[in-house]
């Protein structure tokens, strides 16, 4: 069982896959189908990935140095982790 199907657990999934071995790979978002068709696929529309299902949403407390401000992490959540809005 591989969690996580993003750059690396996809590698290894297919590694093992290759050697004979059964695999389950889970993820927990989207598939690559709806990610093609959203606006990921346009690199003009790059940040309105961050606003979508394909993002975890996660982000900083307030940085005291950066004027307060909260700090987006963009951690993608589909078929290619963060691969897939980076």
Same mark, same amino acid.
């Given at each position: 069982?591989?969690? #996580? *199907?993003?750059? +690396? #657990? $996809? $590698?290894?999934?297919? &590694?093992? +896959?290759? !050697?004979? =071995?059964?695999?389950?790979?889970?993820?927990?978002?989207? *598939?690559?189908?709806?990610?093609?068709?959203?606006?990921v696929s346009d690199p003009m529309k790059y940040g +309105?990935?961050? +606003? %979508? @299902?394909?993002?975890? #949403? =996660?982000? @900083? %407390?307030? !940085?005291?140095? $950066?004027n307060n401000r909260h700090i &987006? $992490? @963009? &951690?993608? &959540?589909? /078929?290619?982790? @963060?691969?897939? /809005?980076?």
């Open positions: 069982i591989v969690v #996580g *199907a993003g750059s +690396a #657990g $996809c $590698c290894v999934a297919n &590694r093992l +896959a290759g !050697q004979g =071995y059964e695999v389950l790979l889970l993820e927990a978002g989207e *598939a690559v189908e709806e990610a093609v068709n959203s606006n +309105a990935a961050f +606003a %979508t @299902t394909l993002n975890w #949403g =996660y982000g @900083t %407390t307030p !940085q005291e140095n $950066c &987006r $992490c @963009t &951690r993608g &959540r589909g /078929v290619g982790g @963060t691969s897939l /809005v980076n």
